[in-house]
T-cell receptor
Framework: AQSVSQHNHHVILSEAASLELGCNYS??????LFWYVQYPGQHLQLLLK??????LVKGIKGFEAEFIKSKFSFNLRKPSVQWSDTAEYFC???????????FGTGTRLQVFP | NAGVTQTPKFRVLKTGQSMTLLCAQD?????MYWYRQDPGMGLRLIHY???????AKGEVPDGYNVSRLKKQNFLLGLESAAPSQTSVYFC?????????????FGPGTRLLVL
């Protein structure tokens, strides 16, 4: 069965630190990859997505993610985090254009001023 | 344009009681989904619908039923609530699938089953 792993469950950073959140998936075929963010008290919203082309994808608020097919990874990065980036981040995978998204367990990011 | 709305926002039930969660979207999306979010487990798909009058099981369908009588509404029912169904429930919708569509989420319903 397809699965998505987010190994960082809770990350604590100071403002201006760099961020990298890991995401690995288990599926050998065509995948569409997503990062969603859930700010405190708010609903999930799309941060960025990848389905083809340049494996380095840029999203909103300065976030980017790199698809490395050989590593089955889609890690999220931001060079300099802000306090407002405090949120929970979910990686999600759609395998072979099926109807469903498989979500990872999420990474809770806390940024301190 | 309200997007995806969910009613109610919060509910407390006793074991064995029933309730229905309502999801409504005004984006004319074909696809709608119900997820539950539990600490350390991320979002898990309960049921989904690819169009009016159709529903399908997701990853964790037991104890839940759904109906999609109108394109804009997707109802999630708990016939006999159990404490294990204490969770935050999210509804989402999207355009017809190529697998690349963004899912748009509602604000969630917090359910506590005592």
């Amino acid at each position: 069965a397809q699965s998505v792993s987010q190994h960082n469950h809770h990350v604590i950073l100071s403002e201006a630190a760099s961020l990298e959140l890991g995401c690995n998936y288990s599926y050998g075929g065509t995948v569409n990859l997503f990062w969603y963010v859930q700010y405190p008290g708010q609903h999930l919203q799309l941060l960025l997505k990848y389905f083809s082309g340049d494996p380095l994808v840029k999203g909103i608020k300065g976030f980017e993610a790199e698809f490395i097919k050989s590593k089955f990874s889609f890690n999220l990065r931001k060079p300099s985090v802000q306090w407002s980036d405090t949120a929970e981040y979910f990686c999600a995978v759609n395998a072979s254009n099926t109807d469903k998204l498989i979500f990872g367990t999420g990474t809770r990011l806390q940024v301190f001023p | 344009n309200a997007g995806v709305t969910q009613t109610p926002k919060f509910r407390v039930l006793k074991t064995g009681q029933s309730m229905t969660l309502l999801c409504a979207q005004d984006m004319n999306h074909e696809y709608m989904y119900w997820y539950r979010q539990d600490p350390g487990m991320g979002l898990r798909l309960i049921h989904y619908s690819v169009g009016e009058g159709t529903t399908a099981k997701g990853e964790v369908p037991d104890g839940y039923n759904v109906s999609r009588l109108k394109k804009q509404n997707f109802l999630l029912g708990l016939e006999s609530a159990a404490p294990s169904q204490t969770s935050v429930y999210f509804c989402a919708s999207s355009y017809p699938r190529t697998g690349r569509e963004t899912q748009y989420f509602g604000p969630g319903t917090r359910l506590l089953v005592l």
